[in-house]
């Protein structure tokens, strides 16, 4: 009787023994084909790891060993984003400098991820923290700003009042900071800018180049935003002045029967002597700046409005008097920070016409919009709307836009929504900036050879009352020379943001240790680009977008030689916990992986990872299903016992051999892990079937298995008597023809009553089958002593034998 398998000394073993022979070390021979596979830059927070996380790593790992069966050279690395906020508020909170508190997290981290068996390469190990590291990320920013790329810019920006940081839109719920639930308000500051904004069209253009599963592709396009309309002028009644509004459909026009403003707009001030209501706006600007730009566009809000008294619009096509509001769903920050309104077509200035008793004028025919906004109106035709009646909606764009542009007051218009990235922040633990600011000559860049400029020690790194940088207090750090006059200067004292060194870590990947570039531009010729990104969707849009910018700048510079970062975008669904709930100390349901490996072993955590459900897909946890898989691993431990000495594949099991191969195989490569899994057990339980397996038929299920669970193959390679390693064989290969059944087991039936199972021949003639199925004892016993009327055969399947 064969002992169980027994992981955790296996495991440290065959740890021990990869790194001794550096066994996922990146190959130097450039004849072969590449590989680069790419997981997500995780933020060693301080939280460590819980056992949702794994499932990206493995998954890649489990490609990267296919790979490496396959003959590639691959480049599976791993490394820290360990600047931002995340770091900064763990240190904040447990009174901990964030440089300890990132070495002690990142070396928990590490220790994690090694027990799990990831075949890193430990070598090309890099984090954001290490001067040698971020000098490379100043460098880039420098180049930018030389290219006119980054600025300085006075911009609004949501305002922590508990936490005196500033907060991306993302971090503002209900009108509070997601993390400390403290008020936020709007607040003026002078920040970076990276002008991302020119590269919007060929980040939508571009996509076409890459294979990104759609829905990355749609979130992309849909973040920038890009709109082709018009840009007309709406005369301000009794003014010279005109508010400028930009519009996607300038054929609805005639539809326009009201204004909304954003309450940021600066009409509101300019004419605060002749507005009626001012103190009324002047309060509905400061509750709307509690909001983030989120929650002031969701579609499914209360709508909310104050019209101004005083001032109102002429509409251009008809000089119909209307009036004009503030709401807060029209931000300065898109377009001109103005809307006409068609309610008749659009469902948000319906609702809105509807509460505040505005008129609704249809221009589109086909709905009835007393009842509810007609919005499709891609097509149609045009009506109330003076010479534009009875045209088509693509006709009226063309003839409408003829007409603004005639008249001056209107013109054709590409528009995004997309802003430029704010880059800095009020904090302490991020990359300085290597800008310094002379009275004289501005704001002149750090000389190159002077980078990296090191972030100084400070005692007291938590943010200041005042909102500025606590790097502002370090007058010995901050009063310098210029390098252009050599007169007195101050050094930026706002740090990079934490997307700054995730915007590009997959390039110094490739040549981590180089003093002399970011990279070696044979080493970034080989390895471009990335073979297969996979993270989490929550990062597939500004994340990306952020480092898809900074590839195409450097691409556009001749620093790297693809137009694209990425060829292969993948995401992956989350693991919840076993309430069905998202993982979270708060909720109670962390499951820490740490005691999974100790009770049940790395590879069955690995194996569960993969076979809990559908990759895409979110799955709740379940220490049931552990065990399953851990008891699937103990049944590939037990057939050793009955491995025969045979290389080739028995007779029995050829065809099931080559089908698993070849189910595997594709499913490795189409992120199926679950059923390739599955075809393993399946195949595991034919051997049981059939009570013995060949010596070549367990190394090919070892090879096959060997990416999931690699410690207990590795092990049962050596325990059968081979010769080296499994991660340095070849991946099995199947022959197509050998995939397919030449035999088939049909139901035998009397009467319609199954009485036994025959296994035939696909090519078997009926007269052949009938004759196999009466020599059958079962078959016999039911027709004795009765006459056959009928039968009815469906090949392949049934044999029904009609019997009186």
Known sequence: MSEFYSPKDIEQKWQKIWEKEEAFKVGTDKSKPKFFALVEFPYPSGQGLHVGHPRPYTALDIIARKRRLEGYNVLYPMGWDAFGLPTENYAIKNHIHPKIVTKKNIEHFTEQLKALGYSFDWDREINTTDPNYYKWT???????????????????????????????????????????????????????????????????????????????????????????GAEVDFKIAGKEENLRIFTTRPDTLFGATYMVISPEHPLIDKYKDEIKNYTDLISYREQAAKKSDFERTELVKE???????????????????????????????????????????????????????????????????????????????????????GLEVADAKKKILEWLTEKGIGYKKVNYKLRDWVFSRQRYWGEPIPIVHCEKCGYVPVPESELPLMLPEVESYEPTDNGESPLAAMTDWVDTTCPHCGGPAHRETDTMPQWAGSSWYYLRYIDPHNNEAFADKEELKYWLPVDWYNGGMEHTTLHLLYSRFWHKFLYDQGLVNTPEPYKKRTSHGMILGENNEKMSKSRGNVVNPDDIIGEFGADTLRTYEMFIGAFDLSAAWSIEGVKGCRRFLDRVWKLKDIVTSEEAYSEKLEIKMHQTIKKVTTDFETMKFNTAIAAMMSLVNEFYRVGSITKGEFKTLLLLLNPVAPHITEELWQIIGEEGRV??????????????????????????????????????????????????????????????????????????????
């Open 727 to 804: 991660y340095q064989e070849i991946w099995p290969v199947y022959e197509e023809a050998k995939t397919i059944e030449n035999t088939v087991e049909i139901a035998v039936q009397i009467n319609g009553k199954v009485k036994a199972n025959l296994t035939i021949s696909l090519d078997e003639k009926q007269e052949e089958v009938e004759a196999k199925a009466k020599e059958l004892d079962s078959v016999k016993a039911a027709l004795n002593g009765k006459n056959v009327v009928k039968v009815i055969y469906v090949p392949g399947r049934i044999l029904n034998i009609v019997a009186k």
């Open 303 to 389: 709508k909310t409005g104050v019209v101004i008294d005083g001032l109102t619009a002429i509409n251009p096509v008809n000089g119909k008097e209307i009036p004009i509001w503030i709401s807060d769903y029209v931000l300065m920050t898109y377009g001109t920070g103005a809307i006409m309104a068609v309610p008749a077509h659009d469902e948000r200035d319906w609702d809105f016409a509807k509460k505040f008793n505005l008129p609704i004028i249809e221009v589109v025919a086909g709905g009835d919009v007393n009842e509810a906004a007609f919005t499709n109106t891609s097509t149609g035709k045009l009506v109330n709307s003076d010479f534009l009646n």
């Open 138 to 228: 100043q460098w880039i920013f420098l180049q930018l700003f030389k290219k006119g790329l980054a600025y300085k810019s006075e911009m609004p920006i949501n305002w922590c009042t508990s936490c005196k940081v500033g907060l991306a839109n993302e971090e503002v719920v209900g009108g509070v900071c997601e993390r400390c639930g403290g008020e936020v308000v709007r607040k003026v500051k002078s920040q970076w800018m990276l002008k991302i904004t020119e590269y919007a069209d060929k980040l939508i253009d571009d996509l076409d180049m890459v294979d990104y599963i759609e829905k990355i592709k749609v979130s992309q396009v849909n973040w920038i935003g890009r709109s082709v």
